[in-house]
């Protein structure tokens, strides 16, 4: 009798198993598959699923997206994090509508070089929305992969992620292939999950050389992950007389690129005379809540929210009555500018950075919009 392939396997058990009824799996076209493969870098599915539902709502294809302000995409992603990817396929979003006639490219070089695609999220693009064979190297197919053949090392490095490509390769089928491709991903999603794998119900166990030498955890290896640094910073919170809060946007490049924040007072200075400097505002310091800190990738960020008030909002900064400023001044679109007064009780003018939206829900929770709340947090 024939030994069963280890995609027949996969295969099988998908198809009694694995999960069918996913949003992008539903009418799988190209940019939707593309918007979930690129949503589900670094981020589970559950969280994924709302998130999707309303991009492709707002967003239905490539042409759209391609228009939208990008104040609007980061505004959608709030909240997923990683905020590259989102800027990311806003920039693909335009390649592919102005370079390629709104159509994904089918050759993987050129797909695969667009803005946060690479060789992986390509792959899914071609196997799963355009029925073109290419191996997919995920990070659930790479656990998948890693613990069957007990790869050793971390994927991140050059010489274990070429061994795992060549056996993405091998192990995928020519016929089947876009069954294969969503077997792999749900088995690494499900059953081989990081932690705590299911390995009794695994179609693919009795020959899993990481099951079989009792080293399931040791794959697929870790990053040694230094420690990380501190970073310390004031959020300087002010708000006028109209219960409007001053955002400024973030510059493109680092941490919150193109999101709307408040302004960043180093610690070691005092805000009242750095906000005078920076915008031409005459504050009074109201109130300094406790640090809280903001684990990123690479950093702890403690934030120390320092919040003020400004007697009337300065004419030179530029404001706009379309996101619900009040008794403010119209000048410039959000596009151009780098400042405004924002009201928190209307929709945000676009993506917030977390522990600015964090901050910003405490705020509402005052009594009122004005600086005598912020007065009464003193006391």
Not at 23 to 38: G, K, L, N, T
Not at 44 to 49: D, E, Q
């Amino acid at each position: 009798m024939a030994t069963v392939s280890f995609a027949e396997r996969l295969i099988a058990w998908h198809d009694g198993h694995g999960r069918h009824d996913l949003p992008w799996q539903r009418d799988p076209s190209a940019y939707r598959v593309w918007i979930s493969e690129v949503m589900l870098q670094q981020t589970r599915v559950t969280t994924v699923i709302p998130y999707f539902g309303q991009f492709t709502a707002r967003f239905p294809e490539v042409g759209v997206l391609a228009a939208a302000p990008l104040d609007e995409v980061l505004a959608l992603w709030s909240g997923l994090g990683y905020y590259a990817r989102a800027r990311h396929l806003h920039q693909t979003a335009q390649a592919v509508s102005t370079q390629h006639g709104g159509q994904f490219p089918r050759d993987m070089a050129t797909l695969s070089a667009l803005p946060g695609i690479g060789r992986s999220t390509a792959a899914a693009i071609l196997t799963l929305a355009m029925g073109l064979r290419h191996p997919i190297l995920d990070g659930n197919a790479k656990r998948v992969l890693a613990r069957h053949h007990a790869i050793t090392g971390w994927p991140g490095d050059a010489a274990v992620a070429r061994a795992l490509w060549e056996l993405a390769e091998r192990c995928t089928p020519h016929h089947g292939f876009a069954a294969y491709t969503q077997a792999i991903m749900d088995l690494g999603a499900t059953l081989c999950a990081r932690a705590r794998p299911v390995c009794g119900d695994c179609p693919v166990a009795n020959d899993c050389r990481a099951r079989i030498l009792d080293r399931i955890p040791e794959f697929p290896g870790r990053r040694t992950r230094p420690t990380l640094p501190v970073r310390k910073t004031l959020f300087v919170i002010l708000m006028n007389p109209a219960g409007a809060v001053f955002l400024e946007r973030r510059p493109t490049a680092g941490i919150w690129g193109g999101l709307w924040a408040f302004p960043e007072c180093p610690p070691e200075l005092d805000p009242l005379p750095w906000a005078a400097n920076h915008y031409g505002l005459v504050v009074t310091h109201t109130a300094t809540w406790a640090t809280v800190r903001h684990t990123l990738t690479h950093l702890h960020l403690d934030i120390t929210p320092w919040l003020g008030s400004v007697a009337t909002a300065d004419e030179n900064i530029t404001t706009s009555t379309t996101l619900g400023h009040r008794k403010t001044i119209p000048k410039k679109t959000i596009e151009e500018s780098p400042t405004l007064w924002y009201n928190p009780r209307h929709d945000p003018p676009g993506g917030l950075a977390t522990p600015v939206a964090r901050l910003m829900a405490r705020l509402i929770d005052q009594p009122t919009f004005d600086s005598t709340a912020i007065v009464r947090e003193t006391k």
